[in-house]
T-cell receptor, first 110, second 114 residues
């Protein structure tokens, strides 16, 4: 089983749609969780951290379910500019490493 | 402006040649990392350094070498021992341990072996 698993997509959605991505992780000792955004042929950039209580930043909501070991990202009112690959990132437990998922590709259509 | 600078952006190499990718940061970050990204795969950690003059192997260190002689600099050498060096290489830094905060990435270096 991969340490971090994501549905690769692509998710093709119309503008204004709500879309949700899930990510599962295998290490129950993981404590830190993040969503990064990567535009085509660019470097990843932090979108948001994921806290136990869940957190929201504008149109973006992140949730953590420790019992089931998954995190989610919800994007409301999708914009064309949201088109990118969304990377789920989890810390490697006792190590000083971050484990990156393969990413989920989102394509927002006009 | 603070940030991470990688060079070159594009590099072509003949088989059997070593090549060094530069990574410089002016964020005053202690920790620096090198990742490799291949199509359809997540970023994989090559080497990381938490402090000057110290570095550790990541998950795919074979065929690579690094040095950390200055806080600002963490160059990566792709040696001829690396079997499949064609990839997108990303350098990153963080102010503390990776799992406590944000990773800042450079724009990446695309290496193609001819």
């Amino acid at each position: 089983r991969k340490e971090v698993e994501q549905d690769p997509g692509p998710f093709n959605v119309p503008e204004g749609a709500t879309v949700a991505f899930n990510c599962t992780y295998s290490n129950s000792a993981s404590q830190s969780f993040f969503w990064y955004r990567q535009d085509c042929r660019k470097e990843p950039k932090l979108l948001m951290s994921v806290y136990s209580s869940g957190n929201e930043d504008g149109r973006f909501t992140a949730q953590l379910n420790r019992a089931s070991q998954y995190i989610s990202l919800l994007i409301r009112d999708s914009k064309l500019s949201d088109s990118a690959t969304y990377l789920c990132v989890v810390d490697g437990g006792a190590t000083n490493k971050l484990i990156f998922g393969t990413g989920t590709l989102l394509a927002v259509q006009p | 402006d603070g940030g991470i600078t990688q060079s070159p952006k594009y590099l072509f190499r003949k088989e059997g040649q070593n090549v060094t990718l530069s990574c410089e940061q002016n964020l005053n970050h202690d920790a620096m990392y090198w990742y490799r990204q291949d199509p359809g795969q997540g970023l994989r950690l090559i080497y990381y350094s938490q402090i000057v003059n110290d570095f550790q192997k990541g998950d795919i260190a074979e065929g690579y070498s690094v040095s950390r002689e200055k806080k600002e600099s963490f160059p990566l050498t792709v040696t001829s021992a690396q079997k499949n060096p064609t990839a997108f290489y990303l350098c990153a830094s963080s102010s503390g341990r990776a799992y406590t905060g944000e990773l800042f990435f450079g724009e990446g270096s695309r290496l193609t072996v001819l």
